[in-house]
């Protein structure tokens, strides 16, 4: 009895922090999607093309909904032994759970699938926009920078951007030099090909490879976490009466 007792306690604390977490995400989801001008004054000018890119606020008032509602069906399940509350609670987490792991097998057996995919969405929008869409244009110029890459897959994923026709020349992103940075003068496209600069998507995959062990154990973490809070609440409709 004083087991189950503790365990009841410990899944209430555990999800009234989610529901808290679920909260919050809500309220800034709402925040960035009603007021997003004094949400970027905050934040800075890179939060904005971040949020033009993702729409960041609409994926947090998703994020928020289902751990506000993950957190309520547990505290409530658990505080009040009811067990509808509790098998609805295992059941939304199994199904989070479940599609977790079929994008994590998709992400490790279909990399090249997945990079047809995005390749065929991702280079029609930089033919089209980078250079004309400010936002768009940025995003594109802070990933480059950062990963040190040019386009999706290389230089020629600008051919015929409105960049491109504009300046007679590809980002100076697709002529840097790891040693020296960004090559002088106009990158032309003898420089690009001399240079062969990484695509972004290859270069994102080989930091993914190399901090795998950092991304698998915060993934085995995270599934360990659902786990055993799905086998708590079981552990809890099978001994209410």
Not at 92 to 115: C, D, G, Q, R, S
Not at 188 to 198: F, G, L, Y
Not at 219 to 225: E, S
């Amino acid at each position: 009895m004083q087991c189950f007792s503790f365990i009841k306690t410990m899944m209430t604390l555990f999800n009234f922090l989610i529901f808290l977490c679920g909260v919050a995400l809500l309220a800034v989801g709402i925040w960035v999607s009603i007021d997003g001008p004094s949400f970027l004054k905050i934040f800075g000018p890179l939060s904005s093309s971040a949020m033009q890119f993702v729409n960041v606020g609409y994926f947090l008032i998703a994020a928020g909904a289902v751990l506000f509602a993950l957190g309520f069906l547990g505290c409530y399940g658990a505080q009040t032994e009811n067990k509808c509350a509790l098998m609805m609670f295992f059941l939304i987490l199994l199904l989070i759970f479940v599609a977790e792991v079929a994008a994590a097998v998709v992400a490790l057996v279909y990399t090249t699938t997945a990079e047809h995919l995005l390749t065929s969405v991702v280079v029609p929008a930089i033919k089209k926009d980078y250079g004309s869409q400010k936002d768009f244009t940025q995003v594109w110029n802070t990933t480059m920078d950062e990963l040190k890459c040019c386009g999706f897959n290389n230089y020629t994923d600008f051919e015929d951007s409105p960049y491109v026709k504009k300046n007679h020349a590809f980002p100076p992103y697709c002529c840097s030099d790891s040693g020296n940075g960004t090559a002088p003068g106009p990158c032309t496209e003898e420089k690009a090909n001399d240079t062969i600069v990484q695509g972004c998507f290859s270069q994102l995959l080989h930091d993914v490879r190399t901090n795998a062990v950092t991304v698998g154990g915060v993934a085995a973490g995270i599934g360990g976490l659902e786990l055993a809070a799905m086998i708590v609440s079981m552990y809890l409709y099978c001994n209410l009466k």
